[in-house]
């Protein structure tokens, strides 16, 4: 394998190549590998390469820069991941510009659901308490939270995240390159508990042109996009643009009518994004919208001792038999057990009682480890 990811790698780091480009390139030849060993007259025959693009092509300079992408990649354990392979997130496969390769440091899960929560680099106070709460929660329940690793709203949608769950930060740079700086050790805690991705090749600067690109991916590996606090002019709002344009779901956190970092999320709201006064309402839109598995995902039961059931009665257990599967909100309860809300409620409380079930934030519900 590593034997064929050099001609992914060198063509998603020639210069003036965007993914829309190499996407037409590898359809056209099939695979990276042909074009690598391509001559000029059968590069000609791709009508969409002008002359230069041609020359780019064969120029050996940038099969060189290659090699040495893929040794740095391999030395500091950064793991590639090209548009065919099993493990590509499923929704961002499915955007019109996704990368052809993600360099990845920690693991990316086969089809897991992401939620990105992002927001102003200069937080207050109250945005900082938001994007850790919220994540902290929206992790708890299963999703992956997935945002920047910018300064601000960011860093603290990971922090929260990290606390319950998975979570994947989208760098706008080299994926070996600590960016911002302070965030060296929580980067290596996010790679512990989810993932440190980039589309660019190591060493890539933090260049301010690469974020808008980053921006694509966060709201292309993700169902929905929250955001925290923005500015009129909000790198933050280039996400929710991408999310609408990509179908994804756009949630907004209101803030103070006077505060500059509030106009862009009030804005947003005002423009028709779902309000967000509590994680429930995000949980209850992608319950409404049946955004909660990715179309092949497949879910197994996790084990548990059978003492821990022991004395239910039938609709306990079967209370007991959908959160098997995963946590749940009430609601979810309600649909899949099809008892009704009233009848959920008292089950929960008597399950709660035995020590069997446990409520996290957001009436959200599990078993109790």
């Given amino acids: 394998m590593e034997e064929q990811l050099i001609y992914w790698v060198w063509l998603n780091s020639i210069p003036g190549f965007g993914p829309v480009k190499c996407s037409k390139l590898i359809n056209f030849f099939e695979h990276p590998k042909n074009i690598w060993h391509a001559s000029e007259a059968e590069l000609n025959k791709a009508t969409f390469l002008n002359r230069q693009a041609i020359k780019s092509l064969m120029d050996g300079k940038f099969r060189e820069d290659a090699y040495k992408h893929l040794k740095v990649a391999k030395d500091q354990k950064i793991d590639i991941i090209t548009i065919r392979d099993e493990k590509y997130p499923y929704y961002l496969k499915n955007i019109y510009d996704p990368p052809i390769i993600l360099y990845v440091r920690g693991n990316i899960l086969k089809n897991e659901k992401c939620i990105a929560v992002v927001g102003a680099r200069r937080a207050t106070y109250y945005g900082i308490k938001m994007a850790e709460s919220l994540s902290y929660t929206l992790a708890g329940v299963g999703l992956t939270v997935v945002s920047g ?3 601000g709203i960011d860093t603290n949608a990971h922090k929260g995240a990290k606390e ?26 996010v790679t512990q508990k989810g993932a440190v991705i980039s589309e660019y090749p190591p060493g890539t600067p933090p260049v301010p042109s690469n ?9 292309g590996m993700s169902i929905g996009v929250v955001v925290i606090e923005a500015g009129e002019r909000s790198g933050s709002l280039i996400t929710a643009e991408f999310a609408l344009e990509q179908g994804r779901e756009v949630f907004a956190v209101p803030g103070n009518i006077s505060s500059m970092n509030s ?11 779902k309000i967000v006064t509590s994680v429930e ?7 409404n919208y049946g955004i909660t598995d990715s179309g092949d995902t497949k879910h197994s039961y996790r084990t548990y001792d059978e003492a821990l059931f022991k004395g239910l009665n039938s609709e306990e257990r079967k209370l007991v038999e959908c959160l098997k599967l995963e946590p ?17 409620g008292s089950l929960l409380v008597m399950l709660e009682l035995k020590g069997v079930v446990e409520q996290i934030p957001g009436k959200i519900f599990r078993i109790k480890d």
Avoid at 172 to 188: M, T, V
Avoid at 263 to 273: P, Q, S, V
Avoid at 337 to 342: L, T
């Fill in 149 to 151: 690793m910018a300064r």
């Fill in 164 to 189: 319950t769950g998975r979570t994947i930060g989208v760098l706008g740079c080299g994926a070996d390159i600590a960016y911002p700086p302070e965030n060296r050790g929580l980067i290596s805690e």
């Fill in 211 to 219: 974020f808008p690109a980053r921006n694509r991916i966060i709201s």
């Fill in 263 to 273: 106009k862009g999320t009030n804005k947003l709201i005002k423009d028709g994004a």
């Fill in 281 to 287: 309402d995000i949980l209850e839109e992608l319950i």
């Fill in 328 to 344: 749940l909100h009430i609601d979810e309860l309600t649909k899949k057990s099809g008892f009704s809300i009233k009848v959920v």
